[in-house]
Structures are given as structure tokens and as C-alpha cells.
């Protein structure tokens, strides 16, 4: 006999949407180049097909967090170039060069160690500047003095070529008027870079999805686009309704009984029934990335047509909810977790967390399913 089982979660993809996402962000500055960011994961939604579906978008870059990601793109035959956003050790560089991924320069350390290596291998490697103009995470901390000793010294590196500068926003959509300044300064200091180096900056960056959604940036030409890449908007916007959500999150009941009134439910017993209530049991739980935070805040599950209330708190691989109103749902019946009448925004706000974290918490248990499905991706 075959062995046969149903999932009992998993994930849908569709990665016509993420096309089309990236498309609205193309359409509003046709002019701006654009990095989509694939990191983590993309941002659960599973970094090669996402990848493999935007390498011929028209991208320059692919925003990666690490090395170690982009090298699995490289191994996926990826042809657009990894830019790496986040630091990377000593001992990853020469990897860097070799592959000549973008990466980003935070101190002198770094830069002279990139132009030893590069000089090593014979090489002349694009690299990004990186300001810290607000975020405190990576970037020269500079004012446009401190510019001048920074371009001099590339002056005598021949082997390391400024393709451009970056900096990031860490309140794009929470303060208006620091983000403004934030923009105005990085504009002042890109624009006295530019005039010290021998050739023109390719590119000037800093807009992840709030910046983009929210701000006029006119002296940047790449976008970064993550969390709207994947449909959901950060901030209030006329781009909200254009967006198309990429991601569905389903699972599956697989028990339902009759509990009489005065019965707890779940570790704890935080919920008691206060009449003899159906509960079906639903096979998703905290290892799959859905948060115990949600116990008790009125998540909805949809199973048919029916809404029901989850009860009590989540466990490792289960969740219950009260379908006492709905008698037709039985043992294999679809429960749709994230999708139309709920979205990973309404998540966020019911665990008191941020949409990018109720993605990316989505564990590598769940099979990812993609429509439509060129590459043959895993399907469990
Ligand atoms: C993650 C990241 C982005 C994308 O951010 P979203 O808010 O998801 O659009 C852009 N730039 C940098 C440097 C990042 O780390």
C-alpha cells in the first residue's frame, strides 16, 4: 500500500502577485532602478523561487541579508547580483570579490581590508558606501567634513570601485519630519562624495517600502523594496489597494468533538467553555511560526464560509477553535489562517508585533506551495 498523508499546513504562494507588486513600485518611478529584497527567506515566502521569478523583472539587484544567502542564489543560477545589506566577517570577503556580489563599506577597516584583497585577486571590485545617517546599525557615522578623509584615502585605492552610496531609515513610518532630514542630509552628503570621485556614483539608495510609500527621495535612483514586494503596505497609501497579498497560510481540522460547558481548553486552561461547545482541533501550531501571543485576542479562522474564534493558547504543532455555529465542519476541512479574511498586518496588530516578523516566523515545516509552479518546488 502506498504511504499516503494530508498536509496539515502550509503555505501558498503566488508569485504572479510578487511580479505584479514589484511592477507598482516600477510603474510610480519607471526611471529608479530596483533591488527587490529576497532576505530571509523572502521574507518566508521561500528565497529561490521568489528570486528565480524576479531575476528577469529587469533588476539590478537582489537584497540579500548575508553571504550565506547569497550564495545560495548563486548555486540556484541566479543571474542578478546579490547585494549583501547586512556586515560581513573578515573571512567572507574574498568570497565577495571572487563572486563580485555588492556589499556595503562601513569603516576603514573594511575598505582597506577590500582593497588588499582585491589588489590579491587582480581585481577591481563595486562596492557601496554605507552613511549612518539615523540608524545606529551600520554606515560611517559622517558629517560632509568627514567626507573629505574618507574619499581621499579611496583616491589611493585603485583596486576599489564606488558604484554607491547607501544609508537606511529607521523611522520611515513613524516620524515625517526626522525621516525629511534624514533624506536631506544623505542627500548633501552623496552629492559631496559624487563631486570627490573620479566617476560618476551609479547608484544612490535608501528607500526600503516606507521610504518609497511615503517620502520624495529626487536625489536616489534604486529602491528597496521588501515588505511591499510581498503585498502589504506599511504605511496608508494610494498604493495600498493596488498591492496584491503573495502569501496564503492554511492548515487543516483534524478532530472535532463536543466539549460540555465548564471544560478548559488548551495548556493552562485560560479558556473554559461556558456552554457545551463544538471545538475542532486544527494541526498548526507555535512551530510553524504562529505566535503563542495570539491566545485570547479573537484570531479568526476560516474554515468554508464560516469565522471561528480560536481558543486558548497555541500549542507546538496544534490550535482548537470553538465551531460550535458551524456543524458541517469535519476532520480534513481547509482552515485558511492568513488570505482574504485576515491578513499577516492583522496578525501583527492582534500579537502586537509588525507584519515582518509574522512572515518571517513562518517555519521552514510548512511546505511552500507556489502557483504558478515552473520551478517544481517542493511539495511534500
Ligand atoms: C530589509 C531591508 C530593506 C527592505 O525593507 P522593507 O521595509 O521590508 O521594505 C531595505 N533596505 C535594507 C537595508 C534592509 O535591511
Known amino acids: 500500500m502506498p504511504q499516503r498523508s494530508s498536509l496539515r499546513a502550509w503555505i501558498e504562494v503566488d508569485l504572479e502577485a510578487i511580479a505584479h507588486n514589484l511592477d507598482i513600485v516600477h510603474q510610480a518611478h519607471p526611471d529608479a532602478a530596483l533591488m527587490p529584497v529576497v532576505k530571509a527567506e523572502a521574507y518566508g515566502h521561500g528565497l529561490c523561487p521568489v528570486a528565480r521569478r524576479l531575476d528577469d523583472c529587469g533588476i539590478d539587484f537582489l537584497g540579500v541579508a548575508n553571504v550565506g544567502e547569497a550564495r545560495r542564489l548563486l548555486h540556484a543560477d541566479i543571474r542578478t547580483r546579490p547585494f549583501i545589506l547586512g556586515p560581513s566577517f573578515a573571512h567572507e ?3 565577495i570579490i571572487q563572486n563580485g556580489w555588492a556589499a556595503t563599506i562601513s569603516s576603514m577597516e573594511e575598505m582597506e581590508h577590500y582593497e588588499a ?10 562596492l557601496h558606501l554605507a552613511l549612518d545617517t539615523g540608524m545606529g546599525r551600520e554606515g560611517f557615522c559622517c558629517t560632509s567634513e568627514d567626507v573629505e578623509p574618507l574619499v581621499d584615502r579611496l583616491a589611493q585605492m585603485p583596486h576599489i570601485h564606488i558604484e554607491g552610496v547607501m544609508s537606511h531609515c529607521p523611522s520611515a513610518d513613524e516620524d515625517v519630519a526626522f525621516t525629511q532630514a534624514q533624506i536631506a542630509h544623505f542627500d548633501a552628503l552623496t552629492s559631496s562624495i559624487s563631486e570627490r570621485l573620479p566617476r560618476p556614483l551609479r547608484y544612490r539608495h535608501l528607500a526600503a517600502s516606507a521610504g518609497f510609500l511615503g517620502y520624495e527621495a529626487p536625489g536616489t535612483n534604486l529602491l528597496r523594496p521588501g515588505l511591499i514586494l510581498y503585498g502589504i503596505s506599511p504605511l496608508a497609501s494610494v498604493y495600498e489597494s493596488l498591492l496584491r497579498p503573495a502569501l496564503r497560510l492554511y492548515s487543516r481540522v483534524t478532530l472535532v468533538r463536543e466539549l460540555p460547558a465548564g471544560h478548559g481548553v488548551s495548556y493552562g486552561s485560560d479558556f473554559v467553555t461556558t456552554r457545551p461547545t463544538r471545538v475542532a482541533t486544527i494541526g498548526i501550531g507555535y512551530a510553524d511560526g504562529l505566535s503563542r501571543q495570539l491566545a485570547g485576542k479573537g484570531m479568526q479562522l476560516r474554515i ?3 469565522l471561528a474564534p480560536m481558543l486558548g493558547r497555541v500549542t507546538m504543532d496544534q490550535i482548537m477553535a470553538d465551531v460550535t455555529d458551524s456543524p458541517d465542519v469535519a476532520s480534513g476541512d481547509v482552515v485558511e489562517i492568513i488570505g482574504d479574511h485576515q491578513s499577516a498586518k492583522d496578525l501583527a496588530r492582534l500579537r502586537g508585533s509588525i507584519p515582518w516578523e509574522v512572515l ?3 517555519g521552514p515545516r510548512l511546505p511552500r506551495l507556489y502557483s504558478p ?8
Open 304 to 306: 468554508g464560509e464560516h
Open 360 to 362: 518571517t516566523n513562518l
Open 117 to 126: 584583497l582585491s589588489a590579491a585577486a587582480g581585481k577591481i571590485s563595486s
Open 93 to 95: 570577503r574574498e568570497e
Open 373 to 380: 509552479n515552473k520551478g517544481g518546488e517542493s511539495q511534500d
